[in-house]
């Protein structure tokens, strides 16, 4: 089982027992629903997706609960997928449920032990994340690691009635190891 020790979040693998709050946020129209394309109509459908994502590159099931280590709490999930059907880059998402847990950097260095993770364990050169204009949390929370705007996808996602522009962003494997980011 891969567990990933940070400083004040713990990664590793989701648990049965985790299934429910996890679940509950993908219900949660703030939470998750704006900015996730991970769409899962029931538990049963939610529990497979999870089972299922370690043999699917392509899967947006979360991948690791995040664990707060001085309470001992799931308060968020993280995961990664291969974004593109042909362009070889893998792109990062990440979910902070308990919403008291944010804003205390949490969710970075929840992102710094997966990018950490993904570069140790895996060929890719280039990690991506996508995200909302309107999203300021989750860009800022990028930035901060030391990814690039590379651009902005125009009425990209639909969610709450509109179209919304994406901004892309991406690390490179010698930027990460260069700059070795920590927040
Ligand atoms: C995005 C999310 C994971 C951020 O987690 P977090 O632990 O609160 O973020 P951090 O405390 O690590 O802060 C990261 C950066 O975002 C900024 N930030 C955090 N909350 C913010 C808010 N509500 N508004 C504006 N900026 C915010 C922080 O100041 C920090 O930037 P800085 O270092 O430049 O000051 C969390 O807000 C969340 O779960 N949102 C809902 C799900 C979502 O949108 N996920 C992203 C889609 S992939």
């Known amino acids: 089982m891969t567990v990933l020790e940070g400083t004040r979040v713990r990664l590793r693998p989701l648990v049965p027992a985790d299934y429910p709050s996890v679940f509950a946020w993908y219900n949660d129209p703030e939470t998750i629903a704006p900015f996730d394309r991970f769409s899962v ?12 994502a370690a043999e699917d590159p392509a899967s947006l099931a979360p991948r690791f609960a995040v664990e707060r280590k001085d309470e001992g709490r799931v308060v968020g999930a993280v995961g990664h997928y291969r974004a593109h059907p042909v362009l070889e880059y893998t ?6 449920g308990d919403r008291a847990a ?18 140790a364990t895996s060929a890719v050169e280039r990690v991506g994340a996508t995200c909302d204009t309107e999203n300021v949390a989750s860009y800022r ?23 919304h522009d994406v901004r892309v962003y991406g690390v490179t494997r010698a930027e990460w190891a260069a700059k070795a980011p920590r927040g």
């Open 41 to 52: 109509d029931t538990f049963d459908e939610f529990s497979q997706a999870v089972t299922a």
């Open 91 to 96: 792109d990062v998402w990440y979910v902070l």
């Open 102 to 119: 944010r804003g205390q950097g949490l969710g970075r260095e929840s992102v710094r032990l997966l990018i950490d993770h993904l570069f």
């Open 141 to 163: 929370l990028v930035e901060g690691l030391g990814f690039r705007h590379e651009g902005t996808l125009r009425s990209a996602l639909f969610h709450h009635g509109r179209w």
